[in-house]
């Protein structure tokens, strides 16, 4: 996870006044937002901030912010344990923000899906015909040479001085 510290790229950082506003102005797929809710609510939040590439939740108690991206949520301790629903984060360790730990949100579990739009179109049915044999190479014939110009005859048996 490698990420830019501190404020937003143009130097401002503007506070959220709630969890809805910060995920939807950062749009969060919003099949995150049930479980990125219970993470901020097992933790206990007391301020969201805008730090451009991400939102950073700073804790009411001891430990680090948490740092919530599109697709993941980083600044867990080792062995800190958060449950959502009811089986623990599987917590994996940062690579730009060692010694913490992130965890991917559940959309890049998900397929990916297609249109749902359906066709007015019917397609087209190709017929499917069977494999036509290779055609075999014709062997070249000689029509022979003409004896006053030394062309060579075409297959009708003239040259260029006919």
Same mark, same amino acid.
């Given at each position: 996870?490698?990420? !830019?510290?501190?404020?937003?790229?143009?130097?401002?950082? @503007?506070?959220? @006044?709630?969890?809805?506003?910060? =995920?939807?102005?950062?749009? &969060?797929?919003?099949?995150?937002?049930?479980?990125? !809710?219970?993470?901020?609510?097992?933790?206990?939040?007391?301020?969201? &901030?805008?730090?451009?590439?991400? &939102?950073?939740? /700073?804790?009411?108690?001891?430990?680090?912010? =948490?740092?919530?991206?599109?697709?993941?949520?980083?600044?867990?301790?080792?062995?800190?344990? /958060?449950?959502?629903?009811?089986?623990? =984060?599987?917590?994996?360790?940062?690579?730009?923000?060692?010694?913490?730990?992130?965890?991917?949100?559940?959309?890049?579990?998900?397929?990916?899906?297609?249109? $749902?739009?359906?066709? $007015?179109?019917?397609?087209?049915? !190709?017929?499917?015909?069977?494999?036509?044999?290779?055609?075999?190479?014709?062997?070249? @014939?000689?029509?022979?040479?003409?004896?006053?110009?030394?062309?060579?005859?075409?297959?009708?048996?003239?040259?260029?001085?006919?």
């Amino acid at each position: 996870m490698n990420e !830019t510290q501190g404020p937003t790229p143009t130097g401002t950082s @503007r506070p959220y @006044r709630n969890l809805s506003d910060a =995920l939807r102005a950062h749009r &969060i797929d919003p099949a995150n937002h049930e479980f990125i !809710t219970a993470i901020v609510d097992a933790v206990g939040i007391s301020t969201l &901030i805008d730090r451009g590439r991400y &939102i950073e939740a /700073i804790r009411r108690g001891d430990g680090a912010p =948490l740092h919530i991206g599109r697709t993941y949520t980083n600044g867990f301790a080792e062995d800190e344990t /958060i449950v959502v629903g009811s089986a623990p =984060l599987r917590l994996q360790p940062s690579e730009g923000r060692a010694p913490y730990f992130y965890a991917v949100h559940p959309s890049e579990f998900l397929p990916v899906t297609t249109s $749902t739009k359906k066709s $007015t179109r019917t397609p087209r049915a !190709t017929p499917v015909s069977p494999a036509k044999p290779k055609a075999k190479p014709v062997a070249e @014939r000689d029509y022979g040479v003409c004896d006053v110009c030394f062309m060579v005859r075409n297959a009708s048996g003239g040259c260029g001085c006919d």
